[in-house]
């Protein structure tokens, strides 16, 4: 599988602040990035997905996407007690994802 | 997105038996995934399982452990076989929509004592 690598947490911000994640991968070939938010004991969830440079909004969510520098991030604005889980950078290549080790994010009330 | 389901939720079994999942889909997917994600880890794939033809396999993962079967395009069975305790781990199934996201079953928790 291709590697994904992500920032290294735990990440913890104070409620109402900007998390910001970051991911990298190292395959060109690389075509789709997608974010999951895991819950602890729950299974990954989607939450974003971009195919295109540039940046994607939806709602609090923001991912941007550099193709040239290989790079993928995800800002998590106003952030809720409730965002607090693990979100897992996806790449895929030929249909299959590759994952990072994820990023736990922890927001403080 | 499509309702995936996995059958057992959980399991704990014995060294050397072996354990068939289940994942079941309410709508007709052309791929279907297994992937492993063990205690504090991130999420590896197994094998692709695809309808009318065998499984395709990741490096480190032989179809004499984790035999897969797809029978229809909604249904799908991962078989962890001769289970040791690394075998521990939980189990997802996952669905390609045709858009290209990938959405995940609630997975099958695994661990073999």
């Known amino acids: 599988q291709k590697e994904v690598e992500q920032n290294s947490g735990p990440l913890s911000v104070p409620e109402g602040a900007i998390a910001s994640l970051n991911c990298t991968y190292s395959?060109?070939?690389?075509?789709?990035f997608f974010w999951y938010r895991q819950y602890s004991g729950k299974s990954p969830e989607l939450i974003m997905f971009?195919?295109?440079?540039g940046d994607k909004e939806d709602g609090r969510f923001t991912a941007q996407l550099n193709k040239a520098s290989q790079y993928v991030s995800l800002l998590i604005r106003d952030s809720q007690p409730s965002d607090s889980a693990t979100y897992l950078c996806?790449?895929?290549?030929?249909?299959?994802?590759?994952f990072g080790a994820g990023t736990t994010v922890t927001v403080r009330a | 997105s499509a309702v995936i389901s996995q059958k057992p939720s959980r399991d704990i079994c014995q060294r050397g038996t072996s354990l068939t999942i289940q994942c079941q889909v309410d709508?007709?997917?052309?791929?279907m995934f297994w992937y492993r994600q063990q205690p504090g880890q991130s999420l590896t794939l197994i094998a692709t399982?695809?309808?009318?033809?065998?499984?395709?396999?990741e490096s480190g993962f032989v179809i004499d452990k984790f035999p897969i079967s797809r029978p229809n395009l909604t249904f799908s069975t991962l078989t962890v076989s001769n289970m040791s305790p690394e075998d521990s781990s939980i189990y997802l199934c996952?669905?390609?929509?045709?858009?290209?996201?990938?959405?995940f079953g609630p997975g099958t928790r695994l661990t073999v004592t």
């Open positions: 996952s669905v390609d929509q045709t858009s290209g996201e990938q959405y």
């Open positions: 395959d060109r070939g690389s075509q789709s």
């Open positions: 971009i195919y295109s440079n």
């Open positions: 996806a790449v895929t290549y030929d249909y299959k994802l590759s």
């Open positions: 709508s007709q997917v052309t791929m």
């Open positions: 399982a695809n309808q009318g033809s065998e499984a395709t396999y």
